[in-house]
């Protein structure tokens, strides 16, 4: 079974990191684009970043960028969302999901279980 698998959140203080994990099973990164998006208490989900095998490029909302980085271990087969000066607003849970081909939320095709972040004093 293919699945994603995400893990790392939980409640930090404002100007906190946090790294979070999206481990991959049954298939390999390698052919996909894998997308972070979260959804905040009562709202829609909002994309936050979307990273492009083969060196294709990582790409940034930009209530994020300069934060947040995206990095990925090919032994571990896991992608990580590294969250660096966190603010409050960026309390949500947090979802990593592939595409086969390219951004957009039509192709998201198997997502993760989502994992809360807290972002609170």
């Known amino acids: 079974e293919e699945q994603l698998v995400e893990s790392g959140g939980g409640l930090v203080q404002p100007g906190s990191s946090l790294r979070l994990s999206c481990a991959a099973s049954?298939?390999?990164?390698?052919?996909?684009?894998v997308a972070w998006v979260r959804q905040a208490p009562g709202k829609g989900p909002e994309w936050v970043s979307h990273?492009?095998?083969?060196?294709?490029?990582?790409y940034y909302s930009d209530s994020v960028r300069g934060r947040f980085t995206v990095t990925s271990d090919n032994t571990k087969n896991t992608l990580y969302l590294q969250m660096d000066s966190l603010k409050p607003e960026g309390t949500a849970v947090y979802y990593c999901?592939?595409?086969?081909?390219?951004?957009?939320?039509?192709?998201?095709?198997?997502w993760g279980q989502g994992t809360l972040v807290t972002v609170s004093s």
């Open positions: 990273w492009n095998t083969g060196g294709g490029g990582t």
């Open positions: 049954g298939f390999t990164f390698d052919t996909y684009v």
């Open positions: 999901a592939r595409s086969p081909r390219g951004w957009s939320w039509t192709f998201l095709e198997v």
